[in-house]
């Protein structure tokens, strides 16, 4: 193969790397494609792609190539462990031909997979941030012809540089579409789901209701007398005030339910494969949590309050869920303010026959 050939080839494989970043924002998608055409260009004998582990740093093997690599699956790196912990703690490419008399070289990884290190090129994977989130490490690379193991060269080393930073291109991507997709399911004064979301959960789990025919519960809430709180206190308690009430109702629903911000005032649940007795018995455990938090509220000179309308279906009267829950909720904020207005035990007991009928109606 003459120079201009290997100029191609070089130029080819750069291209490459260009397409793969920008076909996917499937991040197991990229490095698999990446780590496919690092094997074809450098035929080393075992290849990986490390990546820090959030909150610990350590390095996991992503992704790994070659024989026995599946051994490594639940195998880590300290940072400066190895010559991969190396590069990645010091920012720093290495690339050495007799690892085994380099003092920095971990012999943990050749005892695993019951082979010997003897070149290895390693680079680091950084952010925009240029920080070093992970590495790219390829090790004996083998002749294409004869078979045997031969060193790698300052242009491997020089072209792997190139991919570590198509890379980390390729993962800031991901992450950022990721973080783009999450903020845009994602109410930003609460923190918890918004309608939008909410919507398109209901629709998939209309599906499973009509398919597997199980019961799906909501429980459509809303708070009492926030208009008076921003009247009265100002919006930037009456946010307080709503972030309180979020924080009371997470800890009382399933981790299967779904928790969202419908309107200004109103929130839901979704409660899959429950009844609504179930939805009863959650609107009680979160009442009890606004007792207890006006008994020693946290923000003075407030209580708090939510009205409910909690509604069941399956199969048969799925479509009439929100509706329903919506009917239910109306009726229970409409007794809070009939209740308020009775002057008379006449009045009373119309009150109860009448709440107390709709009730078993719902």
């Not at 090129?121 to 078979?147: D, M, Q, R, T, W």
């Not at 080393?157 to 198509?166: E, G, Q």
């Not at 918890?192 to 519960?217: A, Q």
Request: charged letters at 25%.
């Amino acid at each position: 193969m003459d120079k201009e050939d290997i100029l191609l080839q070089e130029l080819d494989m750069l291209c490459g790397i260009g397409r793969i970043i920008t076909s996917s924002l499937d991040l197991n998608n990229v490095f698999e494609k990446i780590m496919t055409l690092i094997g074809n260009y450098f035929n080393p004998r075992n290849w990986s792609l490390l990546l820090a582990e959030e909150g610990s740093e350590r390095l996991y093997f992503k992704l790994v190539q070659g024989i026995d690599a599946q051994k490594l699956k639940d195998f880590y790196l300290l940072p400066g462990e190895g010559l991969a912990g190396w590069v990645y703690k010091n920012n720093s490419i290495v690339m050495v031909s007799d690892a085994q008399n380099d003092p920095r070289f971990c012999k943990k990884v050749d005892e695993l997979l019951e082979f010997s290190t003897f070149s290895i090129i390693a680079v680091p994977i950084v952010n925009c941030k240029n920080i070093v989130i992970g590495v790219i490490e390829l090790v004996n690379k083998i002749h294409k012809y004869n078979g045997n193991v031969e060193n790698f060269t300052e242009k491997d080393m020089k072209i792997l540089c190139t991919i570590a930073s198509f890379t980390g291109i390729a993962i800031e991507n991901a992450f950022l579409y990721e973080k783009i997709k999450k903020l845009a399911h994602i109410d930003p004064l609460s923190g918890i789901y918004n309608r939008h979301y909410f919507n398109e959960t209901l629709e998939r789990e209309m599906e499973g209701i009509k398919r597997y025919r199980y019961s799906v519960c909501v429980v459509m809430m809303d708070v009492d007398g926030l208009k008076q709180i921003n009247d009265i206190h100002g919006h930037l308690l009456g946010d307080k005030a709503i972030s309180e009430i979020v924080n009371l109702i997470k800890p009382c629903i399933r981790s299967s339910d779904t928790f969202a911000r419908f309107g200004g005032d109103e929130f839901v649940i979704l409660m899959p494969r429950a009844s609504k007795e179930q939805g009863m018995v959650l609107t009680e455990r979160i009442q009890k949590k606004i007792d207890d938090w006006n008994n020693n509220p946290a923000i003075s000179n407030i209580k708090l309050s939510i009205s409910y309308g909690v509604y069941a279906a399956n199969h048969t009267n799925a479509e009439e869920l929100l509706n329903k829950a919506d009917e239910a909720l109306y009726r229970c904020k409409n007794h809070k303010k009939k209740i308020a207005e009775i002057t008379s035990e006449d009045e009373m007991r119309h009150y109860l026959w009448e709440y107390v009928t709709t009730r078993k109606d719902d």
